[in-house]
């Protein structure tokens, strides 16, 4: 089987391919997840040699990577904020009955 036989063959199957940016940018956020989280401990050459196995750039995986943190990130400032809304919340409610009852 020839190179360009196989690689009709790999695509027809819907295996992704270095390149083929239409295939990978349709994962799912959980299959994206799972190849961040698996090569998180690999060296750039080990990175390398999963990469060639999965059909990926280095360069994909770690833009997922920075994307997943970003994200992460994101939703922890977005907590802290929600968090001082709340407490600012509560201290205008205990403020309130204070004032009202100066008032009367």
């Known amino acids: 089987m020839t190179f360009y036989a196989w690689l009709k063959?790999?695509?027809a199957a819907g295996a992704a391919m270095p390149g083929d940016q239409k295939l990978t940018d349709n994962w799912s956020a959980e299959a994206r997840l799972a190849v961040v989280i698996e090569t998180a401990a690999l060296s750039?050459?080990?990175?390398?040699?999963?990469?060639?196995?999965?059909?990926?750039y280095p360069q994909q995986v770690k833009t997922w990577k920075s994307a997943f943190l970003t994200c992460q990130?994101?939703?922890?400032?977005?907590?802290?904020?929600?968090r001082a809304q709340t407490k600012a919340g509560r201290n205008r409610a205990q403020c309130k009955p204070k004032r009202t009852h100066l008032l009367a």
């Open 73 to 82: 990130q994101s939703a922890k400032v977005q907590s802290q904020a929600d």
């Open 9 to 11: 063959q790999a695509k």
């Open 44 to 56: 750039e050459i080990e990175l390398s040699e999963y990469c060639r196995r999965k059909g990926l």
